[in-house]
């Protein structure tokens, strides 16, 4: 299995920085696309930005141009720049992956979804 840590959130003005962090461990070589979530209490889950295997990234229009994702294969870690934060950036932000049968190393390996437990970002106006 993988098991996922988040951490880098914080309490920031809005105009301010933030870099999240998520590290991945365990069978890494077995993961597919890994993505920030983030969530307000009582709101659904939103997705963020996504970093595919070969590096290709998308994000949510309400970050693009300010949020930077990004990924270090040597660290087993995934990062998320995030500059001018805004108050409505507030939320706690999830690292997600699925992992499955992503080449001969991971035969077998039923497909699941995998969740790290969340970091907390608090932007004040």
């Known amino acids: 299995q993988v098991k996922l840590v988040e951490s880098g959130g914080g309490s920031v003005q809005a105009g301010g920085s933030l870099r999240l962090s998520c590290r991945a461990s365990?069978?890494?070589?077995?993961?597919?696309?890994m993505n920030w979530y983030r969530q307000v209490p009582g709101k659904a889950r939103e997705f963020v930005s996504r970093?595919?295997?070969?590096?290709?990234?998308t994000y949510a229009d309400s970050v693009k141009g300010r949020f930077t994702i990004s990924q270090d294969n040597t660290k087993n870690t995934m990062y998320l720049q995030m500059n001018t934060l805004k108050p409505e950036d507030t939320a706690m932000y999830y690292c997600?992956?699925?992992?499955?049968?992503?080449?001969?190393?991971?035969?077998?390996?039923?497909?699941?979804?995998?969740w790290g437990q969340g970091t907390l970002v608090t932007v004040s106006s």
């Open positions: 997600e992956t699925h992992i499955g049968p992503v080449s001969m190393l991971c035969s077998g390996l039923r497909y699941s979804e995998v």
């Open positions: 365990g069978r890494t070589l077995c993961k597919y696309a």
């Open positions: 970093i595919d295997r070969d590096g290709t990234t």
